[in-house]
């Protein structure tokens, strides 16, 4: 068997691993893109544990076709096709992907899979508004600890004018 198609061969397993373990996938035209703010993308992905790959569109289509999202159309994809794409979190590619691409203009977000179906760039920067996880974790504890906060400030009010019931008596006798 040729090198090359050995090659291919690790490329496809390694991004079906990758994919079908993904909670989104991200694709963005990375044409007139230097590979320095490559880098700086790649970078700000895996900070955030994500991941961002340049593949072509053909070992796309096989690797898509092996996990069962044959109905995903590439075509509709224009320039070269790379993934950005996270394990855990739905939300955070979207949130780096758009803001680099506020940044930078070279790159383009073309659409996406989430859920085993295909979405758009429009859904993507819709995405990207949404608050991110730790941040709804944050607001969710609020909520549930406000009504016990409120709860024990009436308490704690109640005891204070008790206290200061007392004093006043003590004052008079």
């Known amino acids: 068997m040729p090198k090359k198609r050995e090659i291919k061969k690790k490329?496809?397993?390694?991004?079906?691993k990758e994919i079908s373990k993904a909670k989104i996938i991200i694709f963005a035209d990375y044409y007139n893109l230097s590979v320095k703010k490559m880098e700086e993308l790649?970078?700000?992905l895996?900070?955030?544990?994500?991941?961002?790959?340049?593949v072509k569109k053909n070992l796309l289509r096989i690797v898509l076709k092996e996990i069962g999202l044959e109905n995903i159309n590439l075509e509709e994809l224009k320039g070269g096709i790379s993934l950005a794409f996270h394990d855990?979190?739905?939300?955070?590619?979207?949130?780096?992907?758009n803001q680099f691409s506020k940044e930078h203009k070279e790159l383009k977000i073309q659409g996406g899979i989430l859920?085993?179906?295909?979405?758009?760039?429009?859904?993507?920067t819709e995405l990207a508004k949404l608050p991110?996880?730790?941040e709804l974790i944050a607001k969710l504890i609020y909520l549930i600890k406000a009504p016990l906060s409120g709860f024990l400030r009436v308490l704690?009010?109640?005891?204070?004018?008790f206290i200061y019931l007392l004093k006043i008596i003590k004052k008079t006798t």
């Open 156 to 161: 704690e009010g109640n005891l204070k004018s």
């Open 115 to 124: 859920e085993k179906r295909f979405i758009d760039s429009i859904e993507i």
């Open 132 to 134: 991110g996880r730790e």
């Open 11 to 16: 490329i496809i397993e390694n991004l079906k």
């Open 42 to 44: 790649r970078k700000r």
């Open 88 to 97: 855990q979190d739905e939300i955070l590619p979207a949130k780096i992907l």
């Open 46 to 54: 895996k900070e955030k544990g994500g991941k961002y790959v340049v």
